[in-house]
């Protein structure tokens, strides 16, 4: 445990991760405190007597007081995110890159804190700073991933979007489809079924898509590939689509999913919307 003014925390931590003598650090928790656990560490020093000794001693053993320490590499991480191709897209909007796993820990904790509180108390009071503090991390490392509470907002809606999508692509890559519009149907109801089982459990998704249409869009030219590839491994004949024409064809039919979505989300519930959405779909990939 190392405890002091977060800069020189900060410092003193990336030298040790960068001492060939050391291997295998792992980081259990980077938090702000306003008490120092060993406020009696001084009576460590050259020239303590036995009963000095002893007093800090005890203190090391008292229970402690912080947060659960256990950390799980979910696949919504941004280890996991980030190992995906989909996922690197999100490293390369944050402000920095986290180098080392604390630093990727850090931004972990501020996104489970930014969901907690925009369930808690709505996306009105959301902030940064604000965010930074349920998360017990400091508003200089929260600023040194985020330029704003915008563009955090942005971000958080991003790790939704493409933690969804790439499960999305791990089941297409494992889906047998007997044909073009099979593939399109399964693609539409994919998407529709994975915004509303969202919207489901986080509701405020919508307003914050409503913010970001952008981010609803990004990554349609990876979806196109895996589809490409997905049309090949089935024996489905694709050599007459072009990137563009698969790309336009997904973004095409993912902005009508975003507009009915965003109308009510209960349209995507509506067999007619998903065969028209179905429809369009095939119709740009049909084009000669």
Excluded at 139 to 148: D, E, I, K, P, W
Excluded at 180 to 203: C, K, N, Q, S, Y
């Amino acid at each position: 445990m190392i405890e002091g003014p977060h800069a020189i925390i900060g410092d003193l931590y990336d030298a040790i991760e960068a001492d060939q003598r050391h291997s295998e650090i792992l980081c259990l928790i980077d938090r702000e405190i306003d008490i120092p656990s060993y406020s009696d560490w001084a009576h460590l020093v050259p020239g303590a007597d036995a009963a000095e000794r002893a007093a800090f001693a005890a203190n090391l053993q008292r229970p402690g007081h912080g947060p659960d320490l256990n950390y799980q590499l979910r696949d919504d991480s941004l280890a996991s995110l980030t190992r995906t191709r989909f996922g690197a897209f999100l490293l390369d909007k944050l402000r920095i890159k986290p180098s080392q796993q604390r630093a990727s820990q850090t931004v972990d904790q501020l996104f489970t804190a930014a969901e907690v509180t925009i369930e808690r108390d709505g996306l009105g009071a959301f902030s940064l700073d604000g965010t930074a503090r349920e998360a017990n991390v400091s508003l200089q490392s929260a600023y040194r991933y985020f330029t704003n509470t915008d563009a955090f907002l942005r971000a958080v809606t991003r790790r939704r979007q493409i933690t969804g999508t790439n499960r999305a692509l791990q089941d297409l890559a494992q889906t047998t489809f007997r044909d073009e519009e099979h593939i399109v149907t399964w693609i539409v109801e994919r998407m529709a079924d994975g915004l509303l089982a969202a919207h489901g459990r986080f509701p405020i998704i919508r307003t914050m898509y409503q913010r970001h249409t952008d981010v609803f869009d990004d990554g349609m030219w990876i979806v196109a590939d895996a589809m490409r590839v997905a049309m090949a491994r089935c024996g489905i004949p694709c050599a007459h689509l072009g990137d563009e024409q698969l790309a336009l064809g997904l973004s095409g039919m993912a902005a009508a999913i975003r507009t009915a979505f965003l109308k009510d989300a209960l349209l995507l519930r509506s067999p007619r919307v998903r065969a028209g959405l179905v429809a369009a779909f095939l119709a740009t990939l049909r084009v000669r």
